[in-house]
């Protein structure tokens, strides 16, 4: 039971920092109806520009500087290579944003350099035993920082004229354009948010260990969460975030009892499962329900 | 005189349904396609091995390219599951054609047209097992599914060892074997240049079949389900039916090209079918330009030639740093310049390749006139 | 008419010129492939401007995901070749490791296409990156009589001909890890915990061969890249299973992390780690560095940057002050090989592919300033008279440059003495 419980505490740590990208990615798709694969370049710069800041300024003015830089970065990105495209096919931005992820990726690669390093984050791996189950600081700090997060975007889109403005464009855009909204300030916005996020998410992605320059690949787990969540909802994100979280982690955990070939039905496997449960776990939901938990089923007019 | 004599006289007017259907709707078009496959079957004895060699990966790539075309440009599905068919494609033929004695799983069919119609089959037969997943959703939905289909795919194929050598290891392509001469060793021609003839045939084929497959009933119905589904379903074109059938024919090409890819290397390991390969497909057609066959394999070749061509550009840049461990360096700029150039292409020419030789060639059709 | 014929017209003058364009760059005359990467003409950039140039190319990992391996050694292949021309190059010539170094981005096609853009412009091919990647090279570099120097220390190229393999395998340092546990450590469990392919089933297949040999229990653990949330299994594995000693053959990402959370959660065993698995860098998180200095041990059989050998010694007197790596070390370790090499040629007249080939399969050492295992540079036997079986370890000591001192001179373990190899350790089920 304490093993299970374990799981289930990692499940939520790792989840919360699916939740954190997967939020990013469908502010985007809400705003412009694109999916932005530039997500993870921004989780890998955010992480690798807190901690070649952290040694100077501290973790918590590193994370500070780093969530608003590469926010930055991704406006600028948007203004020069996405909002030319408006209007063009969603493919071929989704394309266009992948061209920009090879690039930003090298670019952060780069200033990574040969030697690991680390964002200098206070928890480590420290964790608390509780009745034999290990409870993590830097999980526990994951789920906080996301709830907070998430409280915020609520009052964001619930109270300030910008976040008002960016739920009505992204109801109808047109009608929202008539009654005076900017749709060139909600597009700004949501890339910067969405780059935001991901940067936080990096970040989290990245304590108690040594970045490397495959930490991008978090970023695509969002894909299934969002997914799962259904493309347009954000509080779909956040709860298909932690399913695929402590589904990956009961995987990666029990991997070994079940698929050792004793348990009946089950193949026998050596490799861990753990990377592939999210895509799994989609595959089976979207058998049952094709627009994912809480998306929104199209409406067909002929 | 006749209405029909006097339009008849008339050049490069089309008197019929049938005449604008054709394979060659055009005699410039007809004119020019020949003197392009003869410049192409030219090329081996003008261009250096290096060179080819990237061109006939162009070549097998196009093959694959125009798989994706289909159901991607013609039908309207996003696919990024492509490098999966390709990777079941390699797999099958390797295995069709691979020496039963041994480490890796092998038939010892060495017979070239059996082992490249069992990686085309083998990638089909997974289409049509995905297919009906596929044909519930539609666009981005559509999209990252697939996606889950390549790291599911990755996952499979590390783990299968026996028929793939596992992560790192690999293990042996099929060996195309013409009238007893091994293509892969240098005779009285190069490798180089016997593959790019072989490669070269063999996209003419599937070009031209593919060609043939849009203009009939079957790729009109595919333009009906990618431009609206549902009225392709009330004016009795069953949307899944076609789907199914893009999804499947698009799934053959796919591990055609698989059968092929790694046959000038003579040997391939676990991890080439990863999202990268989807990618570098999806920005073939793209950049190419959709539903074009042609698009998709000047898409193709541009794709296969865009290392070299980055790492040409960047032999101007002399100020840029050769070390390995100082930045930037010209290996980052490299990469940087690979994914610049097609942002860049997208930017500047949506359409793609397709679209800027429609332009170059309305320009000269109406010069001197601008419009 | 005139249309169509005008357009017949422009496509015919299109297809001359396209003709003319590609035969203006067209199909040069290949010359003498044997001599080829060899020049009367000095190198660019020489040190020696009277001197010819020998060209070695170089392939490997720039900003893919082994780049923090790639880039450092061929920086050091780079610098130990610049000291070679600096004290007047080999037999007349300079040694080029510049002009022909590309980037494979780990990726098997481009590593074939690279190969084959320098392929007649290179005497040997003196770092190849990635184990698949170099085989999909290797027939090609054979039929044109190019040694190869593979960046890897997998058990499979003892039986390649034509490639220059330096080092103790993996497959016989991780027997070696298993024999010490036993003997020294006492251990009566082992767990494995290892990437799959190439590199991790190497070392984890010698492993298991020295615990089945010694009869102690074996605990597989197969993982893949990635931090601790990616090892929950790993380590909920370890926690239960509770081996005596970890052998570990991933990279130092993994090994942070699994020894950070097993440590804290109570497991007091060792962890013993395959070259690969470490990096100085470790000991900078203060939460990792007193569980990593009770219990890690890096087993190695290139000597660590601050060794004390003479070879190692010349080398960090040459660099002077950089970034001290571990690789840069076995780049510069590798070279001396290459060296050796090419002297010998030199000497018997022989200065051509083929002579380089034919040099090599007589090759029955190198002195390498002890920076090499002892025997190594042996090609001219078979694989078992080839193979290198010892192994050095390491402990982690912040004090140091890299982070690591030797703390076990180089040994052979029993299992890995009288072992015979038959095939690629990596392929063994």
């Given at each position: 039971m304490s093993e299970f419980l374990t799981a289930v505490v990692v499940g939520l740590g790792s989840g919360s920092i699916y939740a954190l990208v997967a939020l990013g990615f469908v502010i985007i798709y809400k705003s412009m109806g694109v999916i932005s694969f530039a997500q993870p370049a921004f989780l890998l710069s955010g992480a690798v520009l807190v901690s070649l800041l952290s040694p100077s300024i501290g973790f918590w003015g590193a994370l500070a500087v780093g969530v608003v830089g590469i926010a930055v970065l991704a406006l600028?990105?948007?203004?020069?290579?996405?909002?030319?495209?408006?209007?063009?096919?969603?493919?071929?931005?989704?394309?266009?944003?992948?061209?920009?992820?090879?690039?930003?990726?090298?670019?952060?690669?780069?200033?990574?350099?040969?030697?690991?390093?680390?964002?200098?984050?206070?928890?480590?791996?420290?964790?608390?035993?509780?009745?034999?189950?290990?409870?993590?600081?830097?999980?526990?700090?994951?789920?906080?920082?996301?709830?907070?997060?998430?409280?915020?975007?609520?009052?964001?889109?619930?109270?300030?004229?910008?976040?008002?403005?960016?739920?009505?464009?992204?109801?109808?855009?047109?009608?929202?354009?008539?009654?005076?909204?900017?749709?060139?300030?909600?597009?700004?916005?949501?890339?910067?948010?969405?780059?935001?996020?991901?940067?936080?998410?990096?970040?989290?992605?990245?304590?108690?260990?040594?970045?490397?320059?495959?930490?991008?690949?978090?970023?695509?787990?969002?894909?299934?969460?969002?997914?799962?969540?259904?493309l347009d909802s954000l509080g779909g994100a956040v709860?298909?975030?932690?399913?695929?979280?402590?589904?990956?982690?009961?995987?990666?955990?029990?991997?070994?009892?079940?698929?050792?070939?004793?348990?009946?039905?089950?193949?026998?496997?050596t490799n861990n499962l753990g990377p592939v449960t999210p895509f799994i776990v989609m595959f089976l939901v979207l058998m049952v329900r094709p627009y994912g938990l809480f998306g929104t089923k199209e409406v067909e007019r002929v | 005189m006749s209405t029909r004599t006097i339009l008849q006289s008339r050049p490069e007017l089309y008197t019929g349904y049938g005449r604008e259907m054709g394979l060659f709707n055009t005699r410039a078009k007809w004119i020019g396609v020949l003197a392009l496959v003869a410049v192409a079957a030219a090329l081996p004895m003008l261009v250096a091995d290096d060179l080819l060699r990237i061109l006939g990966t162009g070549m097998v790539l196009a093959i694959g390219a125009i798989g994706l075309n289909l159901v991607t440009g013609y039908a309207g599905q996003i696919s990024l599951g492509h490098a999966f068919f390709v990777g079941v494609g390699a797999y099958a033929s390797s295995a069709v054609a691979g020496d039963p004695e041994g480490r890796t799983l092998g038939f010892g069919v060495t017979f070239m047209p059996a082992w490249i119609l069992a990686g085309g089959l083998a990638a089909a037969l997974c289409g049509v097992i995905v297919a009906p997943l596929a044909t519930r959703l539609r666009g981005l939905y559509l999209a990252i599914v697939t996606l889950g289909l390549v790291f599911i795919g990755t996952y499979i194929f590390n783990a299968w060892s026996d028929l793939t050598g596992g992560p790192g290891v690999g293990r042996e392509a099929a060996r195309p074997i013409l009238l007893g001469d091994d293509l892969t060793r240098d005779s009285s021609y190069t490798s180089e240049q016997k593959l790019y003839w072989l490669f070269l045939v063999l996209l003419l084929v599937f070009a031209l079949l593919a060609r043939n497959l849009v203009r009939s009933q079957v790729g009109r119905a595919f333009a009906a389900v990618r431009d609206r589904d549902v009225?392709?379903?009330?004016?009795?074109?069953?949307?899944?039916?076609?789907?199914?059938?893009?999804?499947?024919?698009?799934?053959?090409?796919?591990?055609?090209?698989?059968?092929?890819?790694?046959?000038?290397?003579?040997?391939?390991?676990?991890?080439?079918?990863?999202?990268?390969?989807?990618?570098?497909?999806?920005?073939?057609?793209?950049?190419?330009?959709?539903?074009?066959?042609?698009?998709?394999?000047?898409?193709?070749?541009?794709?296969?030639?865009?290392?070299?061509?980055?790492?040409?550009?960047?032999?101007?840049?002399?100020?840029?740093?050769?070390?390995?461990?100082?930045?930037?360096?010209?290996?980052?700029?490299?990469?940087?310049?690979?994914?610049?150039?097609?942002?860049?292409?997208?930017?500047?020419?949506?359409?793609?390749?397709?679209?800027?030789?429609?332009?170059?060639?309305?320009?000269?059709?109406?010069?001197?006139?601008?419009? | 008419m005139k249309t169509p014929l005008r357009r017949l017209g422009t496509l015919a003058a299109f297809a001359a010129a396209t003709?003319?364009?590609?035969?203006?760059?067209?199909?040069?005359?290949?010359?003498?492939?044997?001599?080829?990467?060899?020049?009367?003409?000095?190198?660019?950039?020489?040190?020696?401007?009277?001197?010819?140039?020998?060209?070695?190319?170089?392939?490997?990992?720039?900003?893919?995901?082994?780049?923090?391996?790639?880039?450092?050694?061929?920086?050091?292949?780079?610098?130990?070749?610049?000291?070679?021309?600096?004290?007047?190059?080999?037999?007349?010539?300079?040694?080029?490791?510049?002009k022909y170094v590309k980037d494979n981005t780990y990726n098997e096609t481009t590593h074939a296409q690279l190969y084959q853009e320098m392929e007649g412009d290179i005497l040997m091919l003196a770092h190849s990156m990635g184990t698949a990647h170099t085989?999909?090279?290797?027939?090609?570099?054979?039929?044109?009589?190019?040694?190869?120097?593979?960046?890897?220390?997998?058990?499979?190229?003892?039986?390649?001909?034509?490639?220059?393999?330096?080092?103790?395998?993996?497959?016989?340092?991780?027997?070696?890890?298993?024999?010490?546990?036993?003997?020294?450590?006492?251990?009566?469990?082992?767990?494995?915990?290892?990437?799959?392919?190439?590199?991790?089933?190497?070392?984890?297949?010698?492993?298991?061969?020295?615990?089945?040999?010694?009869?102690?229990?074996?605990?597989?653990?197969?993982?893949?890249?990635?931090?601790?949330?990616?090892?929950?299994?790993?380590?909920?594995?370890?926690?239960?299973?509770?081996?005596?000693?970890?052998?570990?053959?991933?990279?130092?990402?993994?090994?942070?992390?699994?020894?950070?959370?097993?440590?804290?959660?109570?497991?007091?065993?060792?962890?013993?780690?395959?070259?690969?698995?470490?990096?100085?860098?470790?000991?900078?998180?203060a939460d990792l560095a007193p569980a990593l200095q009770a219990m890690y041990l890096h087993a190695s059989s290139i000597p660590a940057w601050s060794a004390d050998t003479p070879g190692h010694q010349e080398m960090r007197d040459y660099v002077g002050d950089i970034e001290p790596n571990d690789w840069f070390a076995v780049g510069w370790a590798g070279s001396h090989a290459i060296k050796a090499l090419l002297e010998q040629a030199i000497a018997d007249d022989k200065l051509n592919r083929a002579g380089v080939v034919e040099t090599l399969n007589a090759m029955e050492g190198v002195d390498s300033k002890g920076m090499l295992p002892d025997g190594d540079g042996h090609y001219a036997g078979d694989a078992n008279e080839n193979a290198i079986r010892s192994t050095l370890l390491n402990v982690p000591d912040a004090s140091a440059a890299t982070g690591l001192t030797q703390s076990v001179e180089p040994f052979v373990g029993p299992t890995a003495q009288d072992y015979e190899f038959t095939e690629a350790c990596y392929l063994m089920k």
């Open positions: 600028g990105v948007e203004r020069v290579a996405i909002r030319p495209m408006v209007g063009k096919a969603v493919f071929v931005i989704a394309i266009i944003t992948i061209g920009i992820d090879i690039v930003v990726r090298t670019v952060a690669g780069a200033f990574l350099g040969v030697n690991p390093r680390y964002v200098g984050d206070p928890w480590g791996l420290g964790s608390w035993t509780v009745g034999g189950v290990v409870i993590q600081h830097r999980h526990v700090a994951a789920l906080a920082t996301a709830a907070v997060v998430m409280l915020a975007l609520f009052l964001f889109f619930r109270f300030t004229p910008i976040g008002l403005a960016m739920r009505a464009a992204s109801l109808d855009q047109e009608a929202a354009m008539a009654q005076g909204v900017n749709v060139g300030t909600v597009f700004a916005v949501s890339w910067a948010l969405a780059g935001g996020l991901a940067a936080l998410a990096g970040v989290f992605a990245a304590t108690g260990e040594p970045i490397s320059n495959t930490l991008w690949i978090v970023a695509l787990v969002a894909l299934p969460v969002i997914i799962l969540g259904g709860l298909g975030g932690f399913i695929i979280g402590i589904a990956q982690a009961l995987v990666s955990t029990y991997h070994r009892d079940l698929f050792s070939g004793d348990v009946a039905f089950l193949p026998e496997l | 009225a392709a379903g009330v004016m009795g074109v069953n949307p899944s039916r076609y789907k199914l059938i893009a999804f499947t024919v698009s799934s053959f090409y796919a591990g055609v090209c698989g059968s092929l890819l790694y046959v000038a290397n003579r040997h391939f390991g676990a991890e080439q079918f990863g999202l990268l390969l989807s990618i570098q497909f999806v920005a073939m057609v793209l950049i190419g330009g959709a539903a074009t066959i042609s698009g998709s394999i000047m898409g193709a070749m541009l794709i296969a030639a865009l290392p070299r061509i980055s790492s040409e550009l960047t032999n101007y840049a002399t100020f840029i740093s050769t070390s390995p461990v100082e930045h930037p360096n010209v290996f980052e700029t490299e990469a940087v310049m690979y994914g610049a150039l097609i942002v860049a292409f997208l930017l500047f020419e949506p359409r793609g390749l397709f679209g800027l030789w429609h332009r170059i060639r309305t320009y000269w059709k109406s010069f001197p006139f601008s419009y | 003709s003319l364009v590609l035969t203006g760059c067209g199909r040069e005359d290949e010359g003498d492939k044997n001599v080829a990467g060899i020049t009367s003409e000095p190198c660019p950039d020489a040190v020696n401007e009277d001197n010819g140039c020998i060209y070695l190319g170089i392939i490997t990992d720039m900003t893919g995901p082994f780049s923090p391996i790639g880039g450092p050694m061929v920086q050091g292949a780079q610098a130990f070749w610049k000291m070679v021309n600096e004290a007047g190059g080999i037999g007349g010539y300079d040694v080029d490791v510049t085989n999909a090279i290797l027939e090609d570099a054979r039929d044109s009589d190019i040694v190869v120097l593979p960046a890897s220390l997998g058990s499979n190229w003892l039986f390649e001909d034509g490639v220059m393999h330096i080092g103790t395998s993996y497959c016989a340092e991780g027997m070696n890890m298993v024999d010490y546990a036993v003997d020294t450590l006492g251990a009566e469990s082992v767990g494995v915990v290892h990437w799959p392919g190439d590199y991790g089933d190497d070392s984890a297949n010698g492993a298991k061969i020295a615990a089945e040999a010694r009869g102690i229990d074996v605990f597989d653990y197969t993982t893949g890249q990635g931090g601790a949330d990616a090892q929950t299994g790993v380590i909920s594995g370890i926690l239960q299973d509770k081996p005596d000693v970890v052998v570990i053959a991933t990279s130092a990402v993994e090994v942070g992390t699994i020894i950070g959370m097993t440590a804290a959660q109570g497991y007091q065993g060792k962890f013993i780690g395959a070259i690969p698995s470490w990096s100085g860098a470790l000991l900078g998180n």
